[in-house]
């Protein structure tokens, strides 16, 4: 048996197509490209692997990957320069008299700051002294040079070795982040994140978990070692 065709609809069966039709070649359009040229980095977005979140879903993803190793710079490029040539040192790491701040004074932009966790002494344990940025960028444990060595600030357990290597990699990646070329948001996080990262897993048992990644001392220092060559 065949179903009556309203006439009507008919009749409005070429005007929809047509609508179709000019959707498809013009508006519909749109936002397919825009979403496509908004996933390249160079618009200014760290390739999606790299960021924590690309972390979390373990670089599978349809957004464009990259290369996360040379977003930023290491620990030991930022210890063989100039302070004064390092990214905002100014305003972050130096004070008036353009020399060195403590480091939980720094960065000096940020509120927060990096927490009160290392010390400089000797093999004595006299001339304790507050350590800077360069002594923790530089983890020295030589020594040969009594009075440049390094030690973690906190008790209770922590574990030295690791607090080293995280004071290493977290300033340098905050350097990287305020970048004025390279900086966030090419570089994946920003320096308030870096901050909030070290601060979050210096103490003992503790967690980096404001997006749901559970991080412990180990994976931020693993993510930030994986931000640079």
């Not at 970048?179 to 003992?204: C, E, H, L, R, W």
């Not at 990644?213 to 180990?218: A, K, L, S, T």
């Amino acid at each position: 048996m065949n179903t009556p065709i309203d006439p009507q609809a008919q009749e409005n069966r070429p005007l929809i197509n047509e609508q179709r039709r000019r959707l498809a070649k013009g508006g519909l359009a749109a936002p397919i490209v825009l979403g496509t040229l908004l996933s390249r980095p160079v618009l200014g977005a760290a390739p999606h692997n790299c960021t924590i979140s690309g972390q979390m879903s373990g670089n599978v993803s349809t957004h464009v990957q990259g290369v996360c190793s040379t977003l930023g710079r290491s620990p030991s490029y930022y210890a063989g320069i100039t302070p004064s040539l390092w990214p905002n040192a100014t305003t972050d790491f130096l004070n008036n008299s353009n020399a060195l701040r403590s480091f939980q004074n720094t960065p000096f932009s940020q509120s927060p700051r990096f927490k009160n966790a290392f010390e400089r002494y000797n093999t004595a344990n006299q001339n304790i002294a507050d350590a800077k940025a360069l002594d923790v960028l530089q983890g020295d444990w030589d020594l040969t040079n009594a009075d440049k060595v390094l030690r973690v600030r906190l008790t209770g357990g922590f574990d030295t070795a690791k607090g080293i290597a995280l004071g290493k990699e977290a300033v340098a990646a905050y350097m990287n982040a305020v970048d004025g070329t390279k900086g966030y948001p090419n570089f994946p996080i920003s320096g308030a994140q870096v901050v909030a990262m070290f601060n979050a897993v210096i103490m003992v048992g503790g967690k980096y978990d404001p997006t749901g990644v559970n991080w412990g001392i180990m994976d931020v220092i693993q993510y930030f070692q994986s931000l640079h060559a």
